[in-house]
């Protein structure tokens, strides 16, 4: 995978983002956070060398729709020193008809991929007009082959993998979520007895990250 250190000013503190799919830095260069700050994203190569966090006391990791997942797997077998994790907006399931994107959903979004399916999923993602207005001038820039890409590997893993034996502290659900829908959320985490759960009526995309890092 890709990351970018969007702040890096050798802070104790990590602020450590795990972004959905289809995403480079360019939707969080304006989160605001006086700690370090690390985007993490495309999932086409789920490696990371986890060397580049070992500087920090405390890492806050937040990690967002497919993110939940790939952060989960990335960290299972880590010593790393997180003080807090938060999954948004995403599940240990990713691709389940119960507890995730439900299959057919996924399959047919990587069968018919194109510029016109991907602005039709950034609307639903964001939920209104004003919200996908405000995507727009901050999108990745990303081809749509990369996206495909992406998309494939992360199918193939999640199909392939068991799931990842790592635990959230909280798991926050957007009641409004039109991708990962919030029955699908609450059915997968109630199954983590250990994650606190927190409903908020929001879309799939929230606008503020960082905020979301708070007890």
């Known amino acids: 995978m890709k990351h970018t250190f969007i ?11 795990f972004a959905g799919w289809g995403m480079d830095q360019h939707p969080f260069l304006q989160e605001a956070t006086d700690n370090d700050l690390c985007i993490c994203y495309d999932y086409s190569d789920l490696s990371l060398d986890l060397s580049i966090f070992e500087s920090y006391h405390h890492i806050r990791l937040l990690a967002w729709s497919m993110g939940v997942w790939s ?10 020193p997180f ?21 057919t959903i ?23 007009k004003e919200q996908k207005s405000r995507f727009d001038q901050i999108a990745p820039l990303r081809s749509v082959e990369s996206l495909r890409n992406e998309l494939l590997v992360l199918y193939n893993q999640v199909e392939s993998s068991p799931i990842p034996a790592f635990k959230y502290d909280k798991a ?24 606190r759960i927190t409903e908020i009526a929001m879309a799939h995309y929230p606008e503020n990250f960082i905020s979301f890092l708070t007890e």
């Not at 702040?7 to 983002?17: A, E, G, M, T």
């Not at 952060?71 to 790393?80: G, H, I, M, V």
């Not at 996924?106 to 209104?128: P, Q, Y």
Request: hydrophobic share 35%.
């Open 7 to 17: 702040r890096q000013r050798k802070s104790p503190v990590l602020d450590l983002i």
């Open 71 to 80: 952060a989960a797997r990335t960290f299972e077998n880590s010593d790393l």
């Open 83 to 103: 003080v807090m994790k938060v999954a948004v907006n995403g599940t240990l399931y990713p691709i389940d008809d119960l507890h995730g994107i439900p299959r």
């Open 106 to 128: 996924f399959s047919s979004t990587l069968e018919h991929l194109s510029v016109a399916t991907i602005d039709k999923f950034n609307r639903r993602m964001c939920g209104t």
């Open 172 to 195: 926050i659900i957007g009641t409004k979520d039109l991708i990962f829908p919030s029955e699908n959320q609450r059915s997968a985490w109630k199954q983590e007895k250990e994650t």
